[in-house]
């Protein structure tokens, strides 16, 4: 509208769908889209007692532990509560308060709140942080300098897409199917998505050959590919990377002068002992060419939502920058300040996740059986999930390796694509809409994440509390077996 | 740098000052520049032992009353922290917890965990919101509906800048002087600032026939002007407006088809009675002019860290739409799903601030103890600056209505000025300089924030300690004397 056209209207709105930010309006976000949104209105259904054909809505869309029930790990929340109130450590209090706390929750929030002093500035966690990497790596000594404290690894990404994009030509890699914080925030910022696709065949594996094509294509057309973003282990396909292909990986971002941005929240979500987690810090540090060593620009993330802790109610994470221009370094620095710095708990969360208790700390005998309680848990949960899509007609699904999500491929009769194609839907959205009015089960369609084109699949976590499973695993069975017969060719 | 370039140079970094986004490459934000790092630089030659000519570092720069020492609010922190640890509302717990927590901080901590469940929609807080700004303003209820919880005040601004940004010509109006916020924020969209300007011999008052000047110019030469920020107590100014300027902004704003932005986050810092705070949203409200009252889009923004709350490091506020279309309530919430839910921390906090302890609760003494306790210290500290400023040669103070700061002007001697010239600094930037080295007082230049051309100005906070201000007015009463002595005419 112009401004001619807006004086001309008095009374009218100022902010309509034809004003705004078009990259803004362009932004598409299934995670919480209109699936998501009839599953909360069936729940209210439900509570003022409505009948439907089960009792409960299963939310196998949202990748938010806690929200399914997961209990906090204790000490953690020991520590963050002593922190909040530090009337509770003075001299006075200590009789009361040693027998709620034990002593080495006391002495750790003693510690930050000393560590955090009257300043926001934390260099105490940053050093945490660093040291955590060092010992996971087996490597060097990280650089504090380097890391920065952030609201959860989203806004991280959402920086460093920023912070990369010059242009709308500006092109960033992103794996399809991909979690779509990518590409709302590449649409956010106006920048092009080069997409890269994994290979469901090969346990959803990422072909070097494959990139090479896709970033060259690219770049014959015009666009400046200047980064690649990778989600190890996957989200939503769960596949977790072996240590020479994230070695070819590193070679590719060198020669094809690549800026890695690696999305590691789920490295501690791995299931199967031979995949285990290497990081992409530790695979450029060991790379056996020193040039490819000494020049990537990797950038890595890492959160408290995910993995064990489940802290996403906390808002709390850091990204670590390796052989990032100090000229960079200074303007994240800029922006960091101008959206002020993250919160204090989020913060205090990412030291305890990255420190936790150690062996003879007197908490460390609880707080090692709440995480293998959870951990051997998620690896049950995700097993039998897993095993329930395989056994259904023309479903297949991958192992589980890592992060808290499986992706099945389904085969859909072609008189539901069409159907649905009638309803204006995609196919894997309208069977998981109708999934959900016949189950409770709440799915993503994989539409939402992208995939190879006539291919339907949805995501489901597998964060479920574990006595719901037999009940809604068959429940999905059932449902399945009759939205087959109805559409039956 | 173009893509052959790129790939002619392997090896070279990819992301560097000339390929990064320009947008963030040209947000300047004065608040944490290089004043305020010289600060930090000398606190760490302090504890290393250097010698300064005073023996401590006063900040203020920074508007973080915790950050000086503030204590925080008991009620506020113990609810938090049983919110925090919910172990400790176990009843096997209650013998030793209510020796440590009263009765009503307990009650409300169930409450809340209550009400925000294993989900993170908090409409409950909302709802909280709601019921305060009906009270507040004595008015018809709030649409909870309306109201968007968010990490702070900045976030949402950022958020309805960014909405509101189609092209490079989208406009909007931003006081001079302003916190710089709002121009970073508006470099960071790649809108345009149009500003304003504060009227400082009426009281930095705000004058509505400058306000159609400036738009009609603006449009005149082709900027698409859709909204008027105001902040309001003024940051760094410190006027607090009568309604019936608020009355005369909001017609104006309909006159004009303009979104008003309305920066209340210093709603209760308020100085002087014959200035009380009045919310746009009340004037709205009570507009006598119906159209206007049923047209403006206002969206007012309201936050944790101010006031007598003071909780910046917990990341908390919120923002209320009046009259805004549905389909852009939507695109807001799309918006919020992106970056996920702000921190529970945050939200808590919120809770907090807009339901306190009432009369006959358990808290209320304590609370109202400490809130008054820091009122009337901030006032008396208000007080005692602003006479200090006011007693210097060449300084003028405006009295200090509202907010946390005072923004006097300096006449600077023509050499000083000169000298400044030479060294690339704004003539109030090396001023600021010169105090921080010769006093240990940190302030923030005037040009950080704009001001009229060939004016001089610095902000100063009132929130250090109140036993330190005896000390550190006179060592700035002696710096100036000497800076004037030193560049005389």
Known sequence: MTVAEHQAHPGQKVLTPG????????????????????????????????????????????GNPQQLNQKPITFFRQVASLCENPDLL???KAPLVSQLYPSDAIARAKQLLKDIGPSIGVPAIRRTVAKFLEQRDDSVPANMNHIFLTQGASSGVQTMLSMLTQSSDTGIMIPIP????YSATLSLVGATAVPYYLDEQQQWGLDVNQLTQTVTEARKNGTDVRALAII????PTGQCLTKANLTDILTFCYDQQLVLLADEVYQTNIYTQARPFISFRKALLDHPIEHVKNHVELVS?????????????RRGGYFECINLNQDILDQIYKMASVSLCPNIHGQILVDLMC????????????????VSGIYESLKRRAQKLEAAFNAMEGVSCQPAQGSMYLFPTITLPKKAIQHAEQLG????????????????VCVVPGSGFGQVDGTYH????????????????????AFHASFLKKYQD
Request: charged share 25%.
């Open 425 to 440: 839907l995609a196919a894997d959205a309208y069977y998981s809409e109708q999934m959900l009015e016949a189950t409770g």
């Open 90 to 92: 003075s001299d006075d």
């Open 19 to 62: 004003t705004m930010n078009n990259y803004i309006k362009n932004v598409e976000y299934a995670v919480r889209g209109r699936i998501a949104i009839r599953a909360e209105e069936i729940r209210d259904e439900l509570d003022a007692g409505k009948k439907f054909p089960f009792e409960r809505v299963v939310n196998c869309n949202i």
């Open 301 to 313: 993330f890492h959160s408290i939502s995910k993995g064990m802790v489940g802290e996403c109610g």
């Open 178 to 181: 991909q979690y779509p914080l």
């Open 355 to 370: 420190h936790p208790p150690q062996e003879n700390d007197p908490s460390y005998p609880i707080y090692h059986k709440e």
């Open 458 to 477: 949805f995501r489901s976590t597998f964060l479920p509390e574990e006595h719901l499973f037999d009940a809604f695993c068959s429940n999905i069975e």
């Open 232 to 235: 190890n282990p996957g989200n």
